[in-house]
């Protein structure tokens, strides 16, 4: 390759990474390597997880996913959201090997090596990509940022906090609360 050359990966490009344990993602044909995530991250995922999951058994609109699975936005942006939904309205973008197209709803729970990866990069492409909302989890300061999207772009609609005794509502769950708290404090 000459210098000043560069080449955009491909989901193509991506499955042939090897399987070593990492999450691999590609941005805008860039790949991002993930290190493992750490134990409070793990736990506010879990909560995060049973929580919404409890609430589908309920109130079956859709499916709740986590990483690891592959998300393919364009052939050159596959990422991996922590949590993602996709209601039954679009659960044909749900294939044997990943998810072909943008989920209702990803989530990111941010980690020191990530931050400004999910704050930053991939809100840019889950909105290009037409994510209806994007919740950034912060462990560390036990916020939650909720992005919806109006029209063509995101807008934040909130910005939450344990110390504010928040409960995480969204228009995608109708009638369910998550209860700030409880979640960031999961073990």
């Excluded at 860039?30 to 929580?51: C, G, I, M, T």
């Amino acid at each position: 390759m000459a210098p000043g050359t560069s080449t955009r990966l491909t989901y193509e490009d991506y499955l042939l990474l090897p399987e070593d344990g990492r999450r691999y993602e590609i941005l805008d044909g860039e790949l991002y390597v993930n290190a493992s995530p750490l134990r409070k991250h793990q736990a506010v995922l879990r909560d995060l997880v049973f929580r919404i999951g409890a609430y589908l058994e309920e109130h079956p609109i859709g499916s709740v996913y986590f990483a690891p699975f592959d998300v393919v936005l364009s052939e050159h942006d596959v990422v991996q959201p922590d949590l993602l939904f996709i209601s039954n309205e679009r659960e044909q973008i749900i294939t044997h090997k990943n998810v072909s197209g943008a989920p209702d709803l990803a989530v990111e729970i941010l980690s020191e090596s990530s931050r400004k990866t999910d704050e930053i990069t991939k809100r840019k492409r889950y909105e290009r990509f037409g994510v209806s909302e994007y919740w950034v989890m912060d462990p560390v300061l036990e916020t939650v940022k909720v992005y919806r999207r109006e029209g063509d772009r995101f807008a934040r609609m909130a910005e939450l906090s344990t110390e504010e005794g928040a409960a995480l509502t969204s228009p995608l769950f109708p009638g369910l609360r998550i209860n700030l708290t409880k979640v960031f404090a999961a073990r």
